[in-house]
């Protein structure tokens, strides 16, 4: 039973640690591309938009919904590592 907590609480560790990475990650793009940095970004355009702009209204979204496929992918394997997979 202790180790069945033990394992709990490891596999309950590495997720929360994966989380906060890739919160992280979707923060940076977000709240860097789309503000601090957007001047510098500005001078790039794509399909007549400014880089900043594009990344405030589309990036942002786009880096979300790329980091969502690789949490399930870090999950599986976790879930693989400690024996949680189906």
């Not at 590495?14 to 500005?42: C, H």
């Amino acid at each position: 039973m202790i180790d069945k907590q033990k394992k709990a609480t490891a596999y309950w560790k590495e997720n929360v640690r994966y989380l906060f990475i890739l919160l992280f990650i979707w923060f940076a793009v977000s709240y860097g591309a789309g503000i601090l940095f957007k001047d510098a970004l500005d001078t790039i355009k794509i399909g007549g938009f400014k880089l900043g702009f594009w990344f405030a209204q589309q990036g942002s979204i786009y880096v979300f919904v790329i980091l969502i496929f690789v949490y399930v992918r870090l999950m599986n394997k976790l879930d693989k590592k400690y024996g949680y997979d189906e």
